[in-house]
């Protein structure tokens, strides 16, 4: 450690223009000057902090190793010398003694009776910027609702006089064992809605039996989680394809650090060659954003692409059929890919030979009247078993996107699903309420279950039969469905541009 650099506070503020940038992050120097047009959030932000200990701004929109990741070790220029550091004390705003206020005045964690109440407490107290990130879909917004509805087209058909004193939820996914038909779905950033992030779920999946599948782009580190992991808790890995084709070497590492770490499947998300435009995302920059900076002044500079502009260069548009050998060369976990929406493609994974499939449109943050997973569920099963491919126990389908009810979990599995993916319901809860809203949640659906398949007349999950629904109505989009009171009341609807108040 002797021949490491140590700067001083003063130095670094000496490189604080766009010639020059240095930036403090969790205590080490970065010289980022070259860095700053590639910054797919924009140079703005940097600059912000240009020559300042930026780490409070990067560190819950920025996985933990991008920075290292994208800089060449030329560019880690040392470490700060902490003695030398003014400490800043940060001016309380409005709004957020207005967040900490309503964070005090919650309701009780057993009132919390469902998912939607989860939501809904979260969109109260999160940050406007978090709640923008995590809320938002693609376009108008209709597939994240159309997700939500198809549900309320699929109805019961339930068995009576059955004795169903004892009911057994648990199943195995991908061979693994797990408490419940679903599990905790990738999603991205924790720790813009609570300084724990991740955690909060690995902890939470650890004491009730649940799968957590850990995203790309998490808040906390890889290794973190799965240090934090029970002995023997399973987990996913949800891999965003990046480097793919860019450079196979980093994939490599990456995937068979997380198979040497103990994964249990690899879902790769392939229906994201393009970020999709999530609005109310992109307006939160324009709050309060009217002049740049000033060393911006001429610059062509975005300010319209929100949080997941932020972590967009994780996309890679490349990605294609000719990949996946290549995947399937490179490690032995199951392979899984997250993001099919046709029958065309269900058959085409299952020709290449991976393990399973997610029917998803990614949360309704991608193409925008994009159908339902639960919708595509009823073609691929259809589509698979015209070639005998389906039903096949070595090729696993899920479903994602719309989950608030254990009755929708059941839903899919009577049409064909192993088990489906729950991501914003939990991602919600522990916003709201820490692990301690995970386990909630959890348990919510875990009475849920009890109570739907007692009613339907089905004592485990493999008595789920396609008999026990009628999804005759599923792929008519105007059908009249009874208004889900509870995810309208929850729902934030889309705005249009406003006039800037301070002007008029």
């Known amino acids: 450690m002797s021949d490491v650099r140590v700067l001083t506070a003063s130095e670094v503020a000496a490189h604080a223009s766009r010639e020059s940038c240095w930036i403090i992050v969790h205590g080490k120097v970065y010289d980022v000057t070259d860095f700053l047009d590639e910054h797919p959030g924009g140079s703005k932000i940097i ?7 930026a780490t409070e701004a990067y560190e819950p929109i920025h996985p933990p190793d991008a ?76 597939t994240l609702r159309e997700n939500r509805l198809a ?87 949800q891999f965003h394809t990046r480097y793919v084709n860019r450079d196979r070497e980093i994939t490599k590492k990456y995937v068979q650090h997380a198979e040497r770490r103990g994964v249990k499947g690899l879902f790769i ?14 307006r939160m920059k324009f709050v309060d954003d009217d002049a740049g900076a000033e060393v911006q002044k001429g610059q062509d500079v975005k300010k319209d692409q929100g949080v997941a502009r932020a972590i967009s260069s994780f996309i890679d548009p490349s990605l294609s059929w000719k990949d996946i050998p290549w995947f399937k060369s490179i490690t032995k976990m199951p392979i899984i890919l997250k993001g099919i929406a046709t029958g065309e493609d269900a058959i085409l994974a299952y020709e290449a030979g991976v393990q399973g499939i997610v029917l998803s449109n990614h949360g309704g943050r991608q193409l925008d009247t994009a159908r339902s997973g639960l919708e595509v569920l009823v073609e691929v099963t259809t589509a698979l078993r015209k070639r005998g491919y389906f039903p096949d126990p070595k090729f696993e389908i899920y479903v994602d996107g719309g989950v608030r009810r254990a009755s929708d979990v059941l839903k899919a599995i009577a049409l064909g699903a192993k088990a489906v993916g729950v991501g914003r319901p939990f991602l919600y809860a522990f916003c709201s309420y820490g692990q301690e809203g995970v386990e909630r949640a959890i348990q919510l659906f875990r009475d849920e279950f009890e109570m739907n398949m007692r009613l339907l007349g089905a004592r485990t999950i493999d008595e789920i039969v396609p008999e026990m629904v009628d999804a005759s109505s599923l792929s008519s989009h105007t059908v009249l469905t009874p208004d889900d009171k509870l995810f309208s009341e929850a729902y934030q609807p889309l705005s249009l541009a406003k006039f800037r108040e301070a002007k008029l």
């Open 67 to 142: 920075i290292t990741t994208n800089l060449p070790p030329s560019k880690h220029l040392g470490v700060i010398d902490a003695s030398t550091l003014v400490k800043v004390v940060k001016e309380v705003t409005e709004d957020e003694k207005r967040r900490q206020a309503l964070m005090a005045a919650r309701p009780p964690l057993d009132n919390i009776l469902n998912m939607h109440d989860f939501e809904s407490v979260a969109k109260m107290v999160l940050p406007e910027k978090a709640w923008a990130y995590y809320s938002s879909a693609s376009d108008d917004e209709i």
């Open 151 to 237: 549900y309320q087209r699929v109805w019961f058909r339930p068995r009576i006089l059955r004795d169903v004193s004892s009911v057994d939820w648990s199943t195995t996914i991908l061979g693994q064992k797990s408490s419940l038909p679903l599990y905790i779905s990738a999603t991205a950033l924790g720790k813009l809605g609570h300084p724990d992030g991740e955690l909060c779920l690995t902890k939470a999946a650890a004491n009730y039996g649940v799968i957590q599948m850990i995203a790309t782009l998490a808040s906390c580190s890889f290794d973190d989680i799965i240090d934090a992991a029970a002995p023997g808790q399973t987990f996913f890995l």
């Open 269 to 282: 998300t392939v229906d994201a060659p393009q970020l999709g435009r999530r609005e109310k995302d992109m």
């Open 47 to 53: 600059l912000k902090y240009a020559g300042k200990d």
